[in-house]
């Protein structure tokens, strides 16, 4: 199993989504001889998922049922332990298409944090790229590589414990792309333009408030970067329904008898914000000069 190669059968030391519904889902990892318990009842590794293909319908001890599903990075967002806040696919997306990533690219990242951006980011460069990831904390650190490893990915990963502030990402002149995601990222602002290519490359802060953004953008011109924008990404949910209007009648001759009936549209009606302020991204270039 790994998070970026789709494997069909589930196998001994897989990490597994359970899902039970759109609202309620987690992760296992797979082990001869486990069970694991839901509110349907117990599922059995053994002879209820290895060997098994994902997507299967899994009933439980108690009759109920749910799906084995391939994790993904999407998925893992949804379902991974909280050792930090995280960013959600909205905000990766965007993160993702502005840092202009593809298979091949390499690109360095602080803060690791639970690694939810770090799972999306090594899934968009492999087979052949590399994330090269800092982290601060000691014990952080060494559960994202322990996560790296479950998940076959730690090829296309580096994690390093240090203070990106101080230290830098322990690489230079190699990334198409640089994200900083920690309290003060203008301190970084330095240290990732040197990580960055020489021929130029792209970068991207994450800050919850706009005072850090003001200092971050500062720094941008000092050291020489161009193209700063900044953006808030908001998500909402649309409410689509079919409402009925009676046609008007606008005046057709009197020996038209056909009566004016209803029309059928659908319209959208604004439901509620999924997510709402998490922060703002800073988008930059190095320049060539």
Same mark, same amino acid.
């Given at each position: ?13 897989d ?32 002879t ?39 960013l959600? %696919?909205?905000?990766?997306? #965007?993160?993702?298409?502005m840092l202009? +990533? @593809? ?6 990242? &602080? ?7 770090s799972?999306?980011l ?48 322990g690489?230079?002149?190699i ?8 309290? %003060?990222?203008?301190?970084? #602002?330095g240290?990732?333009?040197?990580? +960055? @290519? ?6 991207? &802060? ?14 941008m ?12 990404i ?18 057709k ?6 009566s ?28 060539l000069?």
């Amino acid at each position: 199993m790994s998070f970026v190669e789709y494997g069909d059968t589930i196998k001994d030391g897989d990490t597994a989504i359970v899902f039970l519904g759109h609202e309620s889902m987690f992760p296992v990892k797979v082990q001869h001889g486990t069970v694991t318990q839901t509110k349907y009842g117990v599922i059995r590794h053994s002879t209820d998922l290895i060997g098994k293909k994902y997507g299967s319908k899994v009933t439980c001890s108690k009759g109920g049922w749910v799906f084995i599903l391939h994790p993904t990075p999407e998925l893992w967002t949804m379902n991974l332990p909280h050792r930090t806040q995280i960013l959600y %696919s909205t905000d990766i997306s #965007i993160i993702t298409m502005m840092l202009e +990533l @593809k298979p091949g690219s390499i690109v360095c990242e &602080s803060g690791t944090g639970s690694g939810s951006l770090s799972h999306a980011l090594i899934r968009t460069v492999a087979p052949t790229g590399h994330l090269y990831t800092v982290e601060f904390h000691q014990q952080r650190a060494e559960k994202a590589r322990e996560e790296f490893r479950e998940h076959g990915v730690e090829h296309l990963v580096t994690v390093i414990n240090q203070d990106v502030c101080k230290n830098g990402f322990g690489v230079s002149n190699i990334a198409d792309a640089v994200f900083l995601d920690i309290p %003060s990222p203008w301190e970084a #602002i330095g240290h990732a333009k040197s990580a +960055l @290519k020489a021929e130029g490359g792209r970068i991207c &802060s994450f800050s919850p408030c706009i005072e850090q953004v003001q200092r971050t953008c500062l720094a941008m011109e000092e050291y020489g970067f161009t193209e700063i924008n900044t953006l808030e990404i908001l998500l909402r949910v649309y409410n689509v329904r079919t409402i009925s209007l009676q046609i008007p009648d606008l005046g057709k001759a009197a020996e038209d008898n056909s009566s004016t009936g209803t029309v059928q549209f659908k319209s959208g009606v604004p439901l509620r914000e999924v997510v709402g302020h998490t922060g703002y991204l800073t988008f930059a270039t190095k320049s060539l000069v």
